[in-house]
């Protein structure tokens, strides 16, 4: 085919030249923006953070936080960025650093921190010694208190001064023993306590201390818990007791068991019957919530001391029976007994405190300040 004529002439003059630019999304690859205005950029780039499937804000993954679980609001699988494989390896290298050091931090706390054992839980361990034992032991919880005093003779009154003892302990280099822990809690009768257990066994066993005319022992309220148990039958024995009960792991031996009686008044004379509550001694510093008797769980109480007042001289810690001091009003604390006197409530005076009421009162100071020191001994 032949090609058309040239008509001849020159081409027309350029009006204005267009420029097309190529723009590539920051989200998008294959998609092209054609228009130069930064309010459509900033919108298309609002835009490409809205997930087009669950229409949630999506979150570009970011490498360096450490819970990946929470780099996105929705649930659509988002694209990961590439690494470098140097970049991936330094990572991952880091990673396992910073993980050997938390297992080194976790055994070290581990190897350090100090295991306290679990007292053995035999039944029958400690049973013919009612009294406990008289050492710690390892797996007991200090400060490890051990009270001293003087031996006493029969032709003087023995006084022990906590300066004094404190002067023969640091002569004779004692070790472990704790600032300030010497205290005085009788006439003759120091309390001072130890940092290490082996230290407060040794203590006890030191030779010197016999030389001196000292005695030193672990009192038994350090050393054993009491317990109270509700609920078992009251013709039962102890020995019966003993071969029905069995204790949770990791709970002290039993060192003794008795039962409670309550009186009866109705009858004449009165009469102390066995009840349903028994008092089990504990071996150890701890007591077990509850005790196993023929598959029953039985809770465990903290059992204290009654405290016990004297009718005749007004003290603590024994009866009128067993009284060998002059006897003190309870009434107005005179030098005679209580039934005796006769002064009424509103004129009476307390022999304990110097309190408006009778020294037998509940309410007094020196009552709630033993009842205290037998929660503080249980």
Known sequence: MDEPPDTGGSAPEVACNIIIENRFSKLDESSVDTDVDQRNDRKRMRLGKICKHCNKRKKRFDPTRRNKQKDTDCSCQIPEIEIPSICTGLKNANALDSFQKKVDRVDTATVNTPQHLSPPSD??????NPTGRTF?????IGPFVVHAQ????????????PVQFGYFLKKNSFKNIINGSIK????NR?????????????????????????????????????GLVRGVPAEWSPEEILDNISLPVGSGGIIKIRRLNYKVRNSSPPQWKPSQTIVITFDGQTLPKHVFVCYNALPVELYAYPTIQCYSCC????TKSN???????????????????????????????SGLHFATNRKCPEYERQTKIKLYMA
């Open 123 to 128: 039944v029958s361990q400690s049973i013919k």
């Open 136 to 140: 710690y032991e390892a797996y007991d």
């Open 150 to 161: 003087k031996v006493s003779s029969d032709t003087d009154i023995p006084s022990l001064h």
């Open 184 to 187: 005085r809690i009788g006439r």
């Open 190 to 226: 120091i309390s001072l306590s130890f940092s290490d257990h082996k230290c407060a066994n040794e203590f006890i066993n030191n030779p010197c201390l016999a030389r001196n005319n000292y005695k030193a022992f672990i009192p038994s309220f350090n050393v054993t818990r009491m």
């Open 315 to 318: 003290r603590f810690g024994h």
């Open 323 to 353: 009284c060998n001091s002059r006897p003190r009003c309870y009434k107005c604390g005179q030098g005679h007994t209580g039934d005796t006197c006769n002064i009424q409530d509103d004129a009476a005076s307390c022999c304990l405190c």
